[in-house]
């Protein structure tokens, strides 16, 4: 939804009986409360989108002082603090939001990536855990992607791979996942499958430096001298300070 939309909608919730009559006043009602914390908080997650956090909070504290309580704000007030480097204030609203819905699988899996990024990794895997008990949840093909990449982080290599190899069943088309999956191939010497994953994710993700050394060390399994140059030129071009450009240049 634009800040224009939101911003229509908001004059609507808030003016719109008072057009019918002059002394009615729809924030008296239920409903138009309702109406207007749905529109505070759809206004406030159009300023984060546009990276504007500081605006953001202005329509989210207005949609709070409706309902101090309401899920749907705490949780994009805690993406503020998120985005603005607050973790413990991003933490304090995650479980507010949770509070009030504590079986939301989209505020579950959000939070969740917000523990994984703090690298509270046990946290984390039990959040994903319970997004991904919603069978419904459109988004749950991610919530397994993530799921995997914790385990991996926790040093369960065979559950990151249940998890992955999940995620994948459910939407083929995750390059995070399919990159996580030939890392994990490569690291095992199952190099064919390590490959085939490496070249869907090449299809639907530009490259990084994480992916282009894997793509070197691929290459010269396979005995293809000219792209693991390529991949290796790459590395070196595009990510010359990065740990994984150290490792290229001790493996040569």
Do not use: W
Not at 73 to 88: H, K, R, S, T, W
């Amino acid at each position: 939804m634009t800040l224009r939309v939101a911003l229509l909608l908001l004059f609507v919730s808030l003016s719109a009986g008072c057009v019918l009559s002059g002394d009615f006043n729809p924030m008296k009602t239920s409903k138009g409360r309702d109406e207007a914390r749905e529109a505070y908080v759809q206004l406030g997650l159009g300023y984060l989108q546009q990276g504007m956090t500081e605006r953001a909070k202005v329509p989210l504290k207005k949609a709070l002082e409706l309902d101090e309580s309401d899920a749907d704000a705490n949780a994009a007030l805690a993406l503020v603090f998120q985005a603005e480097m607050e973790p413990e204030l991003a933490d304090q609203h995650y479980r507010k939001a949770l509070a009030a819905r504590p079986s939301d699988a989209r505020i579950l899996n959000n939070y969740g990536s917000f523990l994984f990024e703090e690298k509270r990794y046990k946290d984390a895997y039990q959040r994903f855990e319970q997004a991904a008990a919603d069978t419904l949840y459109p988004e749950r093909s991610r919530v397994f992607e993530n799921l995997g990449m914790t385990a991996a982080m926790l040093g369960e290599r065979d559950l990151a791979r249940q998890h992955l190899e999940k995620a994948l069943r459910l939407n083929r088309q995750q390059p995070r996942a399919l990159l996580e999956m030939a890392e994990l191939s490569f690291e095992d010497r199952h190099y064919v499958p390590a490959r085939d994953y490496y070249d869907r994710f090449s299809l639907l993700s530009e490259q990084n430096a994480r992916s282009l050394l894997l793509g070197v060390r691929l290459a010269t399994v396979f005995e293809d001298r000219d792209k693991a140059a390529s991949y290796g030129l790459q590395l070196k071009r595009l990510y010359p300070g990065s740990p994984e450009y150290q490792q290229y240049l001790s493996e040569q």
